[in-house]
């Protein structure tokens, strides 16, 4: 069965800190998904990014960056420089018999000025 | 482009009564999809659907029901509301499969937040 975890219930940084929010999956699927999702205090779900598991390479947006490790089963997000307005919690989800999703309980960031 | 919308945003809602809660998206998005999301946890899948008139079962469809007519809307019913409902309904939206295996990213509606007292 395939299972998401994201060991850091919630992380605390001061702004400008650098910072690393962890996933870890299980699956039995030789192709799949990963995705991060950002839910803001407002409740929203907002797409960050979609990994295919035959692509390994790192990914880096602005002061985003995410490392995937198959071999670790790990898809870990960092954000470069943190900001207030990263304070939300974020999702790493897996995708799994076609488009259905299994999310992770989610990390819940705090950026305190 | 409206997206994903959802109504309404706020219920409350009897043990025992029902409703209908409503999505619609203006993408031609042939995937949809129900998440519910119990506070402090991450989202469940409770029913999705891959084009009109085709529904299935997700992780945790007891007490729902949902019907697909049009590309457009997909709506999920409560039924016998229960204290064990109360959370928040997601839907969402993708991209058909562009190839075996594709799997797109899904749009998300603002959420409808049901209270069952």
């Known amino acids: 069965a395939q299972k998401v975890t994201q060991a850091q219930t919630e992380i605390s940084v001061v702004e400008k800190e650098d910072v690393t929010l962890d996933c870890v999956y299980e699956?039995?699927?030789?192709?799949?998904?990963l995705f991060w999702y950002k839910q803001p205090p407002s409740g929203e779900l907002v797409f960050l990014i979609r990994?295919?598991?035959?692509?390994?390479q790192n990914e880096i947006s602005g002061r985003y960056s995410w490392n995937f490790q198959k071999s670790t089963s790990s898809f870990n997000f960092t954000i470069t420089a943190s900001q207030v307005v990263d304070s939300a919690v974020y999702f790493c989800?897996?995708?799994?018999?076609?488009?259905?999703?299994?999310f992770g309980q989610g990390t819940e960031l705090s950026v305190k000025p | 482009n409206a997206g994903v919308t959802q109504t309404p945003k706020f219920r409350i809602l009897k043990i025992g009564q029902s409703m209908t809660l409503q999505c619609t998206q203006d993408?031609?998005?042939?995937?949809m999809y129900w998440y519910r999301q119990d506070p402090g946890m991450g989202l469940k899948l409770i029913y999705y659907?891959?084009?009109?008139?085709?529904?299935d079962k997700g992780e945790v469809p007891n007490g729902y029901n949902v019907s697909r007519s049009t590309t457009e809307d997909f709506p999920l019913r409560l039924e016998l509301a229960a204290p064990s409902q109360t959370s928040v309904y997601f839907c969402?939206?993708?991209?058909?499969?562009?190839?075996?295996?594709?799997?797109?990213?899904?749009?998300f509606g603002p959420g409808t937040r049901l209270t069952v007292t």
């Open positions: 990994r295919n598991s035959f692509d390994e």
């Open positions: 659907s891959v084009g009109a008139g085709i529904t």
């Open positions: 969402a939206s993708s991209y058909s499969l562009l190839r075996a295996g594709e799997v797109d990213e899904q749009y």
């Open positions: 699956t039995r699927d030789t192709t799949y998904y």
């Open positions: 989800a897996l995708s799994y018999q076609g488009g259905k999703l299994i």
């Open positions: 993408m031609n998005h042939n995937y």
